[in-house]
């Protein structure tokens, strides 16, 4: 099993080192598309998954979840996070194993979701409903008006939904997409968290403008033999990365289960072809961006 690059105290150890350093931004991959974000003293997590709650409902069925990377932290352990965003409503990005200890370690703890989703989030998590956060986004190209907010501002992280199609742009009866990414400015800089997607059109075109500095985007693809819905490849990351302008593309959603996995080898290498700025993390590894 893979080994993450810091963990448990170690891993604890650093996210409290790197506290003090209240002007720069710290991210650390939590594995899957789990990220925590640090600015400013203040912590943002992205889609955690860090339980084994997959592995357990799956042991007996012919679809099994074997975990290829050990956990990073135990969610309990983590204090000071003022708010979660879950992309969509698959246990590796909603995780109630994961979302419970945070709420009862992290008092006034919110949530950021997709508003057709709201009733999930609300029993998995167990937070009242004054701290759950229900965002819309509209899809390139398509008329329609929103029922409710596609951004909000919380603890100084301004986070903005833009569409996600895992696999295609699904929506619920209300005309409410099912799956989004975010958008997330912090101080100077803006963060890309795709959540689970393939390419969709106008996907490039609604994040050029926005300056992404850092974007987080599924690697591991898709294949019908798995029986899930997919993502991006590695190639199709890459491509995105630099149509959108991101100055930065991190790969994720990789080595955690055994049966839909990727690895990094074709993103790296259409990063180096197209001359797109990478960076290869581990699980519980941080990473600081250049000074902005």
Request: net charge negative; charged share 20%.
């Amino acid at each position: 099993m893979i080994r993450p690059a810091l963990q448990d105290e170690r891993f604890l150890a650093d996210v409290e080192k790197a506290s003090v350093e209240t002007g720069r931004l710290h991210l650390w991959w939590l594995g899957q598309s789990g990220y925590l974000i640090a600015w400013g003293g203040r912590r943002l997590l992205l889609d955690p998954y860090l339980s084994d709650s997959l592995t357990a409902k799956y042991a007996a069925t012919d679809k099994p979840h074997v975990r290829l990377t050990e956990r990073v932290v135990d969610p309990a352990r983590l204090t000071g996070i003022s708010v979660v965003t879950a992309s969509h409503v698959h246990t590796d990005h909603l995780d109630p194993e994961t979302l419970r200890p945070l709420a009862a370690s992290n008092p006034g703890m919110r949530m950021v979701f997709p508003e057709a989703i709201r009733s999930a989030v609300a029993q998995r998590s167990g937070l009242p409903d004054d701290r759950l956060y229900g965002l819309e986004a509209a899809v390139p190209g398509r008329a329609g008006i929103l029922t409710g907010p596609d951004h909000v501002e919380l603890d100084g992280f301004r986070i903005r939904a833009v569409p996600a199609a895992h696999e295609t742009l699904e929506m619920d009866s209300a005309g409410r997409l099912i799956c989004l990414g975010y958008v997330i400015r912090i101080g100077p800089w803006t963060l890309y968290h795709s959540g689970d997607t393939v390419l969709f059109p106008g996907q490039a075109e609604l994040l050029r403008p926005l300056g992404i500095d850092v974007a987080f985007l599924p690697v591991n693809g898709r294949s019908p033999e798995r029986r899930v819905s997919g993502n991006l490849w590695g190639l199709e990351a890459a491509r995105l990365a630099r149509e959108m302008g991101a100055a930065v593309a991190i790969p994720c959603h990789y080595d955690l289960f055994g049966f839909n996995t990727a690895t990094t080898e074709e993103f790296v290498m259409t990063c180096q072809q197209r001359g797109q700025g990478y960076s290869i993390l581990r699980a519980g590894e941080r990473w600081n961006p250049p000074a902005s």
